[in-house]
C-alpha cells in the first residue's frame, strides 16, 4: 500500500495511534518514567470528547485555557476541571497536591471573577481513588452540603509544613468567611474517573444509534477529527471554543456515510507520498493517457484520482464494508456503459483512419470517462468524484490487458509492444 501525505481535512493523530501509545507508555516500567505523564497528555482531548456528548449541545469547551479543560454552559456558569490521570492504585488523600494546586488555579479564577458573584464551578477529575476516611470526601457529588469544610480544611492545612501548601493557605486565608464557604462549595472532586483505555467504551455508548458493526469506524472518525480540533485550539490557532452541536453535527455527517446507501469517504483531499512524475510512471493507466497527449495537469489528476479510489477501496474492505462481489458489479457496469459510449465514438471510424482521428477520438472518450460518469455510483448516495474516475483507471491498469482503453489503437500498440495476446 502507498504510504499517505496528508490534505488539510486529515487527522494529524488518528485514534489507533493513540491507543497504541497508550498501551506502550501503560507498560512503562522504569522508575524513570513520565509514562503517566504522558497519558495525561493523551487523556485531556479523549475525556473532553466524551464530557462534551454527555452534556447539551449548546454546551462549549475549552482545553488549556483557565485549567486544563473548561466547560461553558449555555447560561453561561464556566466549570474548570484539573484532569489528573495517575498509576494504578494511587490515592487521593488530604494533603494531595494534585487536589491542593487545583484549589490555587480555581482562586485566582474566583478572586478575578468577583467571589462570591463569580460565575465559575470548579471540578477535579482523577483515576485516583480517595483514601478512606479523608475529609476530601465532603467535596465528592453524593456529600451533602456541609458547612464544616472551612474548619477541616484549615485543620489538614495545618499540619502541613510544605512550602507550596503553605502559599496556598495564606492566598486562602485572604477571603472571608463567607466567600471562603462559597468558595468551596463550588468544587466537587469525582476520583475513580475512567482511565483513558476506558474512554472509547463510554464513547461508543452515545454511538447507539449507529449500526454496531459501524461503530469503531465511526469512532475512530470522530476522534480523529476531535484530535485535530484539539491540536487547533492548542497551538492557538482555533480560538473560540468547540460547541457540542458541532460535535453532534460531525457525528451526523460520518453516521450517514455507514448507511446501507452510502460508504465513507475518507481519501478526499490525500495525496501518494513521494513526487508524482508524469513523464515517467510506468503504470498501464498512465501510459494511456500519455498516447493521448494530454496535458501534465490531467495526467497528475488521473494519478491522484487512481490513488485515492485504490486506498478508499482497501479501507472499505478492511472495515469490512462491502458486499460480496460489489466491487465487481460495480466495474462491470462501468465497463458496459464505457462499452456503449465507446461504440457511439468509434463507430465513424475505419480500420485505415487516420492517428489524427483515432487521437480525437480517444480523447472524446476518455472526456467521457472523466466528466460525464458522476450517476455511475457504487451505492446511491457515494458521489465522490475519485470514486468513479479512480475506478475506471484501476480498470484501465488491469494486466495483462486492460478491462478499459481510451486510444481505438491502443491494444494493438500493446499487443507490438508486450507480444501479448490482444
Not at 175 to 199: G, K, M
Not at 251 to 257: D, G, M, Q, T
Not at 320 to 325: T, V
Request: aromatic share 10%; glycine share 6%.
Amino acid at each position: 500500500m502507498m504510504a499517505v501525505r496528508r490534505g488539510a481535512d486529515a487527522a494529524a493523530t488518528t485514534p489507533k495511534q493513540l491507543d497504541r501509545v497508550s498501551s506502550i507508555m501503560g507498560d512503562a516500567g522504569s522508575p524513570f518514567s513520565a509514562a503517566e505523564q504522558g497519558l495525561g497528555y493523551i487523556f485531556q482531548p479523549r475525556f473532553a470528547l466524551l464530557k462534551i456528548l454527555e452534556l447539551s449541545e449548546s454546551s462549549a469547551v475549552f482545553l488549556e485555557k483557565e485549567d486544563d479543560i473548561e466547560f461553558i454552559s449555555e447560561s453561561g456558569i464556566r466549570s474548570l476541571g484539573s484532569l489528573k490521570h495517575k498509576a494504578g492504585g494511587d490515592k487521593l488523600t488530604n494533603l494531595s497536591t494534585d487536589f491542593w494546586k487545583s484549589v490555587r488555579i480555581w482562586l485566582a479564577y474566583y478572586r478575578k471573577t468577583g467571589g462570591i458573584a463569580s460565575n465559575g464551578r470548579f471540578l477535579l477529575f482523577s483515576t485516583a481513588e480517595l483514601s478512606e476516611g479523608a475529609f476530601l470526601s465532603l467535596f465528592t457529588e453524593s456529600a451533602a452540603g456541609d458547612d464544616d469544610r472551612v474548619e477541616q480544611a484549615r485543620a489538614v492545612l495545618a499540619t502541613s509544613t510544605s512550602a507550596l501548601i503553605g502559599k496556598i493557605r495564606e492566598e486562602l486565608d485572604q477571603l472571608s468567611e463567607d466567600e471562603l464557604n462559597d468558595f468551596y462549595s463550588r468544587i466537587t472532586i469525582i476520583d475513580a474517573t475512567p482511565r483513558i483505555t476506558d474512554l472509547p467504551a463510554l464513547i461508543n455508548l452515545h454511538l447507539r444509534t449507529i449500526r454496531r458493526e459501524s461503530r469503531t469506524a465511526v469512532f475512530e472518525r470522530l476522534e480523529g477529527w476531535w484530535m485535530d480540533l484539539a491540536i487547533k485550539m492548542l497551538s492557538g490557532e482555533r480560538k473560540e471554543p468547540i460547541y457540542g452541536y458541532e460535535v453532534s453535527d460531525k457525528l451526523s455527517a460520518i453516521a450517514e456515510e455507514y448507511r446501507n446507501d452510502n460508504l465513507p469517504i475518507t481519501f478526499r483531499g490525500r495525496l501518494p507520498d513521494g513526487q508524482i512524475d508524469v513523464a515517467n510512471d510506468p503504470r498501464l493507466f498512465v501510459e494511456q493517457l500519455r498516447i493521448l497527449d494530454l496535458s501534465a495537469t490531467r495526467i497528475r489528476n488521473a494519478i491522484i484520482d487512481y490513488y485515492r479510489a485504490f486506498e478508499q477501496r482497501s479501507s472499505w474492505a478492511r472495515e469490512s464494508l462491502l458486499i460480496s462481489g460489489e466491487i465487481e458489479e460495480y466495474e462491470d457496469r462501468l465497463i458496459d456503459e464505457w462499452s456503449r459510449y465507446r461504440e457511439i465514438v468509434f463507430e465513424q471510424l475505419s480500420d485505415t483512419g487516420n492517428d489524427e482521428a483515432c487521437l480525437v477520438a480517444g480523447k472524446e472518450l476518455y472526456r467521457w470517462a472523466e466528466m460525464e460518469t458522476s450517476t455511475l455510483r457504487i451505492r446511491e448516495r457515494v458521489t465522490e468524484p475519485y470514486v468513479v474516475r479512480g475506478a475506471f483507471h484501476i480498470l484501465a491498469n488491469a494486466s495483462p490487458r486492460p478491462r478499459v482503453f481510451w486510444h481505438p489503437r491502443f491494444l494493438d500498440r500493446l499487443q507490438q509492444l508486450l507480444g501479448i495476446a490482444a
